[in-house]
């Protein structure tokens, strides 16, 4: 509390110290034209067209019609719950993933560089590339992962084809695509804990588990509140990846936000999709903007 | 002084460039290249190369350079936006139909009624793309089609059967053909356009059931789910899903593989439109014999006919600079000539819209199936998608849903009439 009040009571001062700049106004305006016009009207403007029935050429006013039909949608609620599983399973595995592989790739292991470099090397691919790979691999006759568990014998299912697997198929995916960047992340956090704690713990007799729970994970946090919000935000608005390799399919049945989005703007209802950009932008900031507040809140009060 | 003399090299080579680019435009002052955009597909681009490379042995001052556009919805999303933003090559092959209206022709296209050619050209194909204000704004390219099933010749006589006639025919073959260890029904989800045909192909039947169908469907006054009619399509497409007569992987097998599977007689009946005869031409050749074609079957026998579709459009962008050139090769295309170069490609894959294009006597089978029923007796009707305007843009979604047993029938055709609105509305027709 008293270190809120604290960092409000120095935020006072701080419009007062930006008039007496070094700089003279001019200096902001090249920066200010370009973030105006690329970001600011843009915003806007979308805002505007949320509520018309636009092409290219004309428009009309129809007031919230968008986002009643949007909210009407039939995939809506389906794209919506989809979006938050695909969000908290690529999310969910990547911390834990990330987590295991930078505690392995900071221990004293053969190769540690090299492997490194090996678990952040998805990362660089296109993400169609590996979508349009992993479709193939993916085939249900013909595709790698099937024969390979056909050699064992077992009956592997239709990763991309059967319904129920077809968004979780993705999501591994976009794990083994994205973890690479999660483990960077933990590997820079892990390094950064004082060796002392660690000698100290032992000296008290603390074994490896109680190592990791207690010194580790605590002071990682800073790590782990990175990887949670950048592989949050990035499954909230995922797109490319699910797009490539199901195109929201079999049906409907791995559609998220995003894609529902897209196939509005592909049918040439500009309005209704740009309503359901705004919808988007509101709901990532919804989720986003507390679990921020609140990840960083502890941070501080601890 | 090594400032100036970096200035004067600098503008010494610019000058320099200068003088070939003046004598680089002069060498190719009297050549006119048009850029020409053909949906991607083995039998789009034949077409068009035959067609680029008759017309530049005719016009040697003209050049025509071909480009390629996904299909489906992906391509109808690039034409939107390539001509809304003025960027459309000069020519491109589109939909006739109601997603050519979809395009805005009054505004985007140039028209084409006042031109001689269009006297050649039938009645039939020039209602489709007639814009709003009552003029034509394309040419014909390709052949009418069909859209029906596909049978394969070899495992039809191998086990004895016969063309049905009825949809209760064609699920007892159905029965025979599985038991015989084949594929009795070919689906391809993976390429999504490919699921429409029982619903889109049905349409036939739907109209003798219901002549005022379509006029209703466009006032918003009938709907595929409240019609029996209508809904026939959706409930045969989950038929053949429930019996457990598709191949094992028609969730992620494409429009390739299921004409593999047809042409190589791993499957015995893949649904799709005529244009496929081009396609197993090109790729299959030593199977095109084995491969015939028939109408979608429905309840009567006595009253089985065909779903006829329009070819497609040949259109000139309004933004082309090259206008004049353009309507020479658009004129080209709807001439006898035209017809010419387009048979010696593909062969006969069905009949043209062109008076005076004539067909050889030698045809394959399939297209030997399909002449009949655009002849003078033949029994025919053209599809939904040319009597109305109004279709929705998540039907291949919505059937390939019903199609793999993952949406009951009748709500895949209520799902449907909820999609239609939206571009009803988008199109701002009346009663919506």
Same mark, same amino acid.
């Given at each position: 509390m008293t270190l809120a009040t604290a960092a409000s009571g120095g935020r006072v001062s701080v419009p007062k110290r930006s008039i007496r700049t *070094?700089?003279?106004?001019w200096f902001f305006l090249p920066a200010a034209v370009i973030y105006a016009v690329l970001f600011l009207f843009p915003t806007l403007a979308s805002l505007f067209f949320s509520m018309t029935r636009w092409t290219l050429f004309n428009w009309t006013f129809i007031g919230f019609d968008n986002f009643v039909q949007f909210f009407k949608e039939p995939f809506l609620v389906q794209g919506l719950v989809n979006t938050l599983i695909y969000a908290a399973v690529t999310s969910g595995l990547k911390v834990v993933l990330g987590l295991l592989f930078g505690m392995l790739l900071t221990?004293?292991?053969?190769a540690r560089d090299y492997l490194r470099s090996v678990v952040f090397f998805?990362?660089?691919?296109s993400t169609v590339g590996v979508g349009i790979t992993f479709t193939v691999l993916m085939?249900?006759?013909?595709g790698l992962i099937n024969e390979s568990l056909a050699l064992i014998g077992l009956p592997g *299912?239709?990763?991309?084809?059967?319904p129920r697997l077809a968004l979780l198929s993705v999501a591994l995916v976009d794990v083994w695509k994205g973890v690479g960047l999660a483990t960077v992340i933990y590997i820079a956090g892990i390094v950064s804990i004082p060796r002392d704690y660690y000698e100290a713990a032992r000296i008290d007799g603390a074994d490896a588990v109680q190592r990791f729970w207690n010194i580790t994970l605590p002071l990682a946090r800073p790590a782990t509140v990175t990887v949670v919000l950048l592989s949050l935000i990035g499954g909230l608005r995922s797109f490319d990846l699910i797009w490539s390799m199901t195109r929201g399919g079999p049906g409907f049945t791995s559609d998220v936000i995003a894609s529902v989005i897209y196939k509005q703007y592909q049918a040439g209802f500009y309005g209704l999709s740009t309503a359901g950009n705004v919808v988007l932008f509101v709901m990532v900031a919804l989720i986003i903007v507390p679990l921020s507040i609140a990840l960083n809140r502890r941070e501080v009060a601890r | 002084m090594p400032r100036s003399k970096n200035w004067s090299v600098l503008a010494g080579f610019a000058a320099g460039l200068t003088v070939m680019t003046a004598l680089s435009g002069s060498a190719f002052a009297d050549t006119t290249t048009l850029t020409f955009l053909v949906p991607s597909g083995e039998e789009n681009v034949a077409r068009a190369q035959s067609l680029a490379k008759a017309f530049e042995a005719a016009n040697p001052d003209i050049k025509v350079d071909i480009d390629t556009r996904p299909g489906g919805a992906e391509g109808d999303n690039l034409i939107k936006t390539r001509l809304a933003t003025g960027e459309m090559s000069d020519i491109f092959q589109y939909n006739s139909g109601s997603l050519f209206q979809a395009i805005n022709p009054q505004q985007n296209l140039v028209d084409l009624?006042?031109?001689?050619?269009?006297?050649?050209?039938?009645d039939i194909f020039k209602k489709v793309v007639t814009a709003p204000d009552g003029t034509q704004r394309g040419a014909p390219i390709g052949t009418g089609m069909g859209g029906g099933i596909y049978y394969n010749k070899k495992i039809y006589s191998d086990l004895g059967l016969s063309i049905p006639k009825t949809w209760a025919e064609f699920m007892a073959n159905n029965a025979k053909i599985k038991a015989a260890g084949k594929v009795a029904v070919i689906q391809t989800?993976?390429?999504?356009?490919?699921?429409?045909l029982f619903v889109l192909g049905d349409f036939y039947n739907v109209n003798a059931a219901e002549p005022d169908f379509a006029t209703k469907f466009t006032g918003n006054q009938a709907k595929f789910a409240t019609s029996p009619a209508a809904l026939k399509g959706f409930e045969h497409q989950a038929e053949v899903f429930k019996d457990g007569?598709?191949?094992?992987d028609f969730g992620a097998a494409t429009y390739d593989d299921g004409l593999r599977k047809l042409a190589t007689g791993e499957g015995a009946h893949y649904p799709m439109l005529t244009f496929a005869t081009g396609a197993i031409k090109t790729t299959y050749p030593e199977h095109l014999g084995d491969v015939g074609f028939f109408a979608?079957?429905?309840?009567d026998a006595t009253k089985n006919g065909l779903t006829v579709w329009m070819p497609d459009g040949l259109y000139i962008a309004g933004?082309?600079?090259h206008a004049d050139a353009a309507k020479k090769f658009v004129a080209f295309v709807a001439s006898p000539a035209g017809c010419e170069a387009q048979t010696a490609a593909l062969g006969v894959t069905g009949p043209y819209?062109?008076?005076?294009c004539a067909l050889p006597t030698d045809v394959p089978p399939a297209v030997a199936d399909l002449l009949p029923y655009f002849g003078e007796n033949g029994a025919a009707s053209p599809a939904l998608e040319f009597v109305s305007p109004v279709k929705g843009p998540s039907l291949e979604q919505i059937t390939v849903e019903v199609g793999s047993g993952i949406r009951p029938p009748a709500d895949g055709a209520a799902l449907y009439d909820e999609d239609v609105k939206k571009q009803a509305q988008q199109l701002g027709l009346p009663g919506w």
């Open positions: *070094p700089y003279p106004t221990s004293e292991i053969w998805p990362v660089l691919v085939h249900p006759t013909q *299912p239709g990763w991309l084809t059967n | 009624s006042g031109e001689p050619w269009q006297a050649d050209v039938q989800f993976k390429d999504t356009w490919t699921s429409q007569y598709l191949n094992e979608m079957p429905g309840d933004s082309s600079e819209m062109v008076k005076g």
